[in-house]
């Protein structure tokens, strides 16, 4: 089981006020010390990569020495906003393997698509440098193993961006649960449906804009003309480089289903869906998908829906832990508990809607910067935290494109009996890349 969060967040902070005193008292200070300033290099600065820099600037002693992108355009934007953010330039790399060897950083925050994230995680781990990756870990289950060995072996601190760990209404619902106070938990669902995603229309293939490395962009990936459908955003509805909205929005939701429930992983899943909302746009991933996770005595669905936002209980995503006495339902905006009546006589008590008071993306960042400075490597998402989650996610897609009912082997990270789906648990990388080995 894991620890629960409350009491971890605790202690951390105690174990960190207690190495600043040490470190105080001490005539000379070392390289984590809690008031070294922590410098980082960017990878991939575009939409959320630029957001995770500016959580990482507006904490205590940081500063951003370099920047990575294949767009020219992006790096033309981001300097000298990153300038004018932190009163000094950062360096600009259009190879990331350049940025990471930079003595300076001490830090690597890596923003780039799903498919590139182990390449550039791995080179990270070897050179030494503590990592803040965004989610999902990696773009297959086999990915996720493999940078999970590397970040023990080299020891690296590593927080993942599933920033409700660090968000106090999700962890205070996560208490509730753990209480009991809901009786038997059968069912958990879990849902995303957003109407401000929509279709993706047919593009033609073209050359890529003035200034983008397409080649580099693709990396790992197959070779293919550029199209604007797969590039920037959008990139995350073609399996080549994402796993659509099962890999995108479930690991967040995902993850706090498996953490209610202090579980790890399902016995076997099962998965159906398809592109049946707009049939004919340019998107390879579902539109519509349901996953089915069976553990040993609930069971677990996920449920997304793109173009439409009346989710269940009115809500457009959110977690709802079904009890016999009561249901608790959470979202980004906050938690509640509806008891279940029995002849007119409510079960529990019933808990008023609580709203997220300040979202967890700064206590993520902050709980990331603690580590790297005391070297506790026990974060609120570490890598151990965030491959589980993604391993159970990538186990929905994989259902969906096999088609049949699939029995997990947990312990060795594969399936049984049913070499077709295995063979879907490792990436086939497109020279000269090849996929990492330890």
């Not at 660090?166 to 009786?183: M, P």
């Not at 938690?335 to 529990?348: D, H, R, S």
């Amino acid at each position: 089981m894991e620890t629960n969060r409350r009491t971890f967040l605790k202690k951390t902070a105690v174990a960190t006020a207690g190495v600043g005193l040490a470190t105080a008292m001490s005539t000379a200070m070392n390289s984590c010390a809690p008031t070294k300033k922590v410098r980082a290099g960017l990878i991939g600065v575009r939409g959320m990569g630029f957001h995770n820099l500016r959580t990482f600037l507006s904490q205590e002693n940081t500063e951003c020495v370099a920047i990575c992108d294949v767009d020219q355009r992006v790096l033309d934007k981001r300097i000298p906003e990153t300038e004018k953010l932190q009163g000094k330039k950062p360096k600009s790399y259009k190879d990331y393997r350049d940025l990471i060897k930079d003595e300076e950083v001490d830090v690597v925050i890596i923003s780039t698509p799903d498919h590139w994230h182990c390449l550039q995680f791995v080179e990270a781990c070897k050179a030494g440098k503590d990592i803040y990756c965004e989610k999902p870990l990696g773009n297959t289950i086999e990915e996720v193993n493999i940078m999970e060995k590397f970040a023990n072996k080299y020891k690296n601190v590593v927080q993942v961006g599933q920033w409700q760990r660090s968000d106090a209404h999700f962890l205070d619902a996560v208490d509730y649960v753990h209480s009991g106070k809901l009786g038997k938990i059968r069912t958990v669902r879990i849902w995303t449906y957003l109407n401000w995603i929509g279709e993706v229309p047919v593009k033609p293939d073209g050359e890529a804009p003035k200034g983008v490395d397409y080649d580099f962009w693709l990396g790992p990936a197959r070779k293919r003309p550029f199209n604007p459908n797969r590039f920037h955003f959008n990139f995350r509805w073609f399996w080549d480089y994402a796993g659509g909205l099962m890999t995108d929005w479930g690991v967040h939701l995902i993850d706090f289903g498996l953490l209610g429930m202090q579980v790890k992983a399902p016995k076997s899943v099962m998965a159906m869906g398809g592109k049946f909302a707009y049939p004919n746009d340019a998107a390879e991933t579902p539109d519509t998908q349901q996953a089915m996770f069976l553990f040993d005595d609930f069971t677990m669905m996920w449920d997304h829906g793109i173009g439409i936002g009346d989710g269940y209980y009115g809500r457009d995503h959110g977690i709802a832990f079904v009890g016999n006495n009561g249901t608790l339902i959470l979202d980004r905006n906050g938690w509640e508990v509806i008891p279940e009546v029995v002849k007119g006589k409510p079960k529990l008590e019933r808990v008023e809607y609580k709203k997220c008071v300040e979202s967890g993306h700064g206590p993520h960042m902050k709980n990331f910067l603690d580590g790297v400075r005391s070297r506790n490597r026990n974060l609120n998402c570490s890598v151990e935290k965030a491959a589980n989650t993604a391993r159970i996610a990538h186990l929905g897609n994989i259902a969906l494109k096999t088609g049949v009912r699939l029995d997990w082997d947990a312990e060795n990270s594969k399936f049984k009996n049913n070499d077709d789906a295995n063979k879907l648990l490792t990436p086939s990388y497109r020279a000269p890349w090849k996929l990492p080995k330890i």
